[in-house]
């Protein structure tokens, strides 16, 4: 077993940076809706690669900016409305990501 570095340990990565609930690796589809960063309606298929009790991280190919509000319909349960806060080109597959914030309390476990 490797021993976790100073700089590795949780206690040494500031509070605002630490994920407030653990992410899991997921693969499904979800149809996501919103504007592109041009104005312009999309409906789409994005792919959910983790996921958080308040969040998620997708690829897609659609424009979006951060602070963009969208709808996302995952395979189960109901259609969930969330903020777009963060977008990067992923370095390991070149594909566009975007982080989104979920924008009932509950989540993905909203009624």
Same mark, same amino acid.
């Given at each position: ?35 592109? %960063? ?5 409906? @789409?298929? !994005? /792919?959910?690669?983790? #996921?958080?009790?308040?969040? *998620? ?15 996302? %319909? ?5 259609? @969930?409305? !969330? /903020?777009?806060?963060? #977008?990067?080109?992923?370095? *390991? ?19």
């Amino acid at each position: 077993m490797v021993p976790m570095s100073d700089e590795t340990k949780p206690e040494s990565i500031p509070l605002s940076q630490r994920p407030r609930s653990p992410r899991v690796p997921v693969n499904f589809t979800v149809e996501l809706e919103g504007q592109t %960063t041009e104005g312009d309606p999309f409906k @789409l298929s !994005a /792919e959910a690669v983790r #996921v958080s009790r308040g969040g *998620a991280t997708l690829i897609t190919d659609v424009s979006v900016e951060t602070g963009a509000t969208l709808r996302l %319909t995952p395979p189960f349960g109901r259609s @969930l409305d !969330a /903020e777009v806060n963060g #977008v990067w080109a992923d370095e *390991a597959d070149g594909r566009q990501h975007i982080g989104i914030k979920l924008l009932d309390p509950n989540g993905w476990f909203a009624e």
